[in-house]
């Protein structure tokens, strides 16, 4: 992210240098919590969190006629995907194998 958001800087794209703070800021509010973010699934979950007060915001402004806050808030939602999609996820088929390989050591 700290790559991420240098280059934005660099290239004056305010909308990904907003989506990349809010993300930085999230992951350093959380890491003074109990539970600190220590994988991908973590920031995933945050992005996730993000995506959904994202969708919020789109209601929001569509009941109050702001067409300006739907269109930013809509660009943030696909920088947040973008991010989202980088995230590595498991198949079901890959779960399986770790499972019977650990069932298989015991």
Do not use: G
């Not at 800021?25 to 003074?32: E, F, R, V």
């Not at 993000?50 to 929001?60: T, V």
């Not at 808030?73 to 194998?97: C, G, L, P």
């Amino acid at each position: 992210f700290r790559n991420d958001l240098k280059a934005s800087m660099r290239s004056k794209n305010r909308a990904r240098l907003d989506v990349v703070k809010a993300i930085l800021a999230q992951i350093t509010n959380a890491s003074k919590t109990p539970e600190p973010v220590k994988t991908d699934i973590d920031i995933l979950q945050l992005i996730n969190r993000a995506r959904k007060n994202a969708d919020e915001s789109i209601r929001e402004a569509h009941r109050a006629k702001r067409p300006d806050i739907v269109e930013k808030e809509k660009e943030a939602k696909k920088i947040y995907d973008e991010f989202a999609n980088q995230v590595k996820r498991s198949s079901e088929d890959e779960m399986k194998e770790v499972a019977l390989n650990t069932i298989t050591k015991m």
